[in-house]
């Protein structure tokens, strides 16, 4: 069984990616893909300078849509924030209500697993959830700061309180990761002292060493300081690129980005590094999207600190290079880069200063205008495959179904799911 993680979003700060120098590249075309790859240090250099070896992207089918505005109970979600196709049922985590709603494909429900509430087996914020490669449910919960461990049929197995408490879950071959922080060993843990790391849990305990993360530093010019209780704070401006975004493979490969530029590494579970980079355009940043996402940050940290500003000459001119990265389990890496700002149809919130952040994430709430996403994928070895609908949601299983937590037009909650058809020529 392939890996699966889903888990709600983690924000990591810090970029830049450093270039490497090329020895005897060799060039290779395939369907109009140009690549050229060295060795440099010991690790491979692939840079994609034009080209893709599909012709066309990789599309999506809608399979079921599970979510009601009113009606019966379970088919009404509340906060979905994490969604699994497994076999042939629909997992989909509920956090406000604090369950797991499970579905066939046809969207008929099945059963619930788990309870609100603060005893065994039950949840009382959960944000996350994984299916490990042995068929067991990991459920990461914030409210209770532990992680409840299901078998997919329901049963509830145990709990583990690991201490250092995860962001993140993954689930490898050759076991279970946790996604840890790391704070200073001097000074406040801010969002530029912190660090992102990933360490093995065994029998519910995190054991051996955290493996660090390595991030960049923000260039001082994309900050806005905030003063709390008489400390001075740094956080990135609006846009501003994230230190680090990375992922974890079935098969124990790592996948690293700073996002400053169009650039990865591949750290495979042996030791051996790929660098990958791809040509790429910056996409400038419109006027009218600047000032949405300067007042609606503004109006959300003024709730809490009513004399904080935003110096506009932060914020960057562009969008990073990527926003996100997941591998899924066949080793192919997807990349998601946001595009020009879309003007959305249905019921919105024209005013920056009435978006509630929670309402966003939550479902409920979203503004009138939406960045575009594109989508790119790459194979295992660095080499780029093509584009793909930014439908496909972010995709870890070995299948062809991915399952996906959104807000219809109307601000309905709800779980899609899709079936991901990709080009002829596929065959990674």
């Known amino acids: 069984m392939a ?3 889903f888990g709600w979003i983690s924000v990591s700060l810090l970029v830049v990616g450093c270039g490497a120098s090329s020895e005897a590249p060799l060039e290779a075309v ?5 690549v050229e790859r060295s060795e440099v240090g010991g690790r ?16 999506t089918e809608e399979v079921v849509t599970i979510g009601i505005p009113e009606g019966q109970d379970e088919y009404m979600l509340a906060q979905p924030v994490a969604a699994a196709v497994v076999g042939n ?35 009382g914020r959960p944000f996350g959830m994984v299916v490990t490669v042995d068929n067991r449910l990991l459920v990461t919960d914030f409210g209770g700061q532990k992680i409840v461990v299901y078998d997919v049929d329901g049963t509830f197995i145990e709990e583990w309180r690991p201490g250092n408490f995860p962001s993140r879950l993954f689930s490898t071959v050759d076991g279970d990761l946790a996604h840890v922080t790391i704070a200073p060993d001097d000074g406040p843990m801010d969002f530029f002292s912190r660090q992102a790391a990933y360490q ?9 060493e955290p493996t660090l993360v390595e991030g960049m530093e923000i260039p001082s010019r994309y900050t806005v300081e905030l003063e709390i ?31 400053s530029e169009y650039r990865f590494e591949i750290h495979a579970a042996d030791g051996h590094v790929t660098e990958v980079s791809r040509y790429w355009a910056p996409v400038e940043i419109d006027a009218a999207e600047r000032d949405f996402m300067v ?4 109006s959300q940290l003024q709730r809490q600190f009513p004399d904080f500003e935003i110096d506009e000459s932060a914020v960057p001119a562009t969008k990073p290079a990527y926003e996100s990265i997941d591998v899924d389990g066949s080793g192919r890496i997807w990349v998601r880069r946001s595009g020009a700002a879309e003007r959305v149809e249905g019921d919105c919130i024209e005013d920056p200063t009435d978006i509630d952040l929670q309402g966003i994430t939550g479902g409920g709430q979203r503004p009138c205008w939406q960045a575009s996403v594109i989508v790119d994928v790459f194979a295992p070895n660095g080499d780029y495959l093509g584009t793909a609908d930014e439908a496909v949601g972010s995709p870890h299983d070995t299948g062809d179904l991915v399952a996906m937590p959104f807000m219809d037009e109307n601000g ?17």
Do not use: C
């Open 3 to 5: 890996k699966r993680t």
């Open 30 to 34: 395939m369907s109009g893909l140009v």
């Open 44 to 59: 491979m250099i692939v840079e994609n300078v034009s080209g893709s070896s599909w012709d066309v992207a990789v599309t």
């Open 89 to 123: 049922e629909v997992f989909a985590l509920d956090s406000q209500d604090g369950h797991i709603r499970v579905y066939s494909l046809d969207g008929t429900y099945q059963r619930t697993i788990g309870a609100p509430g603060q005893g065994p087996g039950e949840l």
């Open 200 to 208: 093995r849990i065994e029998d519910g305990k995190l054991v051996g």
């Open 229 to 259: 209780a008489g400390n001075v704070m740094k956080i990135p401006a609006p846009f501003a690129p994230q230190s680090v975004i990375w992922d974890v493979g079935i098969d124990g490969q790592v996948v690293i980005g700073r996002p």
């Open 295 to 298: 007042a609606m940050t503004e």
């Open 412 to 428: 309905t909650p709800q779980v899609r799911v899709v079936r991901l058809v990709f080009p002829a020529s596929e065959g990674t």
